[in-house]
Nanobody, 126 residues
Framework: QVHLVESGGGLVQPGGSLRLSCAAS????????TAWYRQSPGTQRELVAL???????RYSDHVKGRFTISRDDAKNTVYLEMHRLEAEDTAVYYC????????????????????WGQGTQVTVSS
């Protein structure tokens, strides 16, 4: 079974920092890309940051320059460093991993192309 488990969320004051972690139950490099999404009440889930196997990164305009996505391959973990947090960053943050092409063996084993974690709440408030 493949699992992604997020941690590191919590309550932080505006201007503060948090680091989120996403630990995978398999080699993180099995995924072609891993990403962080977030969702606040009444809004659609949005992409925050993404990192490919090659280490290429992409950020939403809302977080560019404040957030950094990184990966520790030895620990099979993806991180999201968040700085200068704003009230608008309040949301549930989800980790996701995508594998573009499953082999026949992987399909037969019931593996999926996309996996999501359970989410971790980030609240930015004074």
């Amino acid at each position: 079974q493949v699992h992604l488990v997020e941690s590191g969320g919590g309550l932080v004051q505006p201007g503060g920092s948090l680091r989120l972690s996403c630990a995978a139950s398999i080699s993180i490099l099995w995924f072609d890309s891993t990403a962080w999404y977030r969702q606040s009440p009444g809004t659609q889930r949005e992409l925050v940051a993404l990192i490919t196997t090659e280490g290429n990164t992409r950020y939403s305009d809302h977080v560019k320059g404040r957030f950094t996505i990184s990966r520790d391959d030895a620990k099979n973990t993806v991180y999201l460093e968040m700085h200068r947090l704003e009230a608008e960053d309040t949301a549930v943050y989800y980790c996701t991993g995508d594998r573009e092409h499953l082999t026949l063996t992987e399909q037969n084993e019931g593996l999926r192309s996309t996996y999501w974690g359970q989410g971790t709440q980030v609240t930015v408030s004074s």
